[in-house]
Structures are given as C-alpha cells and as structure tokens.
C-alpha cells in the first residue's frame, strides 16, 4: 500500500558530504514522523535523525552539528544533508515513516521502512 524509495547514497571522501531523500507513495493519509536510520556492518540499527510533521526534529549525538533533516509535506518526502562525513558514517541509511492510512473507515498508522541506501566514506 505504501512504499518509500530511498535515493542519494554512494561513495564519499572524508570531509564530503551528499544528500539522501526519501519518497512515500501509496494510499498516504497523512505521515507523522518520517526518520533516517543506519546500520553498519556487524552492528545493530541506530536512529540517525528524525522529523515530526510540525517539523521539530531529533538528532543522535554522534551527528549533530554535520547533518540536517528536513521534509516537504506536500511531496511525502524526506531529505538529509550529510555534511562533514567521516568514515564512521559508513553504513546502510534507511528511510522509515509512520504513516497514517484510512482502511475500512477507519484510520490507522502504520510503521514502513525503505529498502535503504549504502553510504560510503573513505579515509
């Protein structure tokens, strides 16, 4: 009912910065928080940032201050700015959401993640 197609990652110098965004398609009714989270090899998955649709955000320690979530409600759609990249950040981004979907009348949310993004940085 509801996909999200994640876009942006690739291969980056230390220092270097690239852009992830992510789209929700579907039967959306409305989208509560929408987020980014990685997972790095052999560690487990970890929040990165997160962005309400009022739009106050959160971000992990470990990033902030170098990236910036931000989101365009009318497009169903997610961004961040990766600035300052450091080797460390090298992980798998995926998108989630908490999407708000009308079935049979009634309207409930629902949690959907993206297929995620390979982010790269070099040393």
């Known amino acids: 009912q509801v996909q999200l197609v994640e876009s942006g990652g690739g291969l980056v110098q230390t220092g270097g910065s690239l852009r992830l965004s992510c789209a929700a398609s579907?039967?959306?009714?409305?989208?509560?928080?929408m987020g980014w989270y990685r997972q790095a090899p052999g560690k487990q998955r970890e929040l990165v940032a997160s962005?309400?649709?009022?739009?106050?955000?959160n971000y992990a320690d470990s990033v902030k201050g170098r990236f910036t979530i931000s989101r365009d409600n009318a497009k169903n759609t997610v961004y961040l700015q990766m600035n300052s990249l450091k080797p460390e950040d090298t992980a798998v981004y995926y998108c989630?959401?908490?999407?708000?979907?009308?079935?049979?009348?009634?309207?409930?949310?629902?949690?959907?993640w993206g297929q995620g993004t390979q982010v790269t940085v070099s040393s």
């Open positions: 989630n959401a908490d999407v708000f979907i009308v079935s049979s009348g009634l309207l409930n949310s629902y949690d959907y």
């Open positions: 579907g039967s959306i009714f409305s989208i509560n928080v």
């Open positions: 962005i309400r649709s009022g739009g106050s955000t």
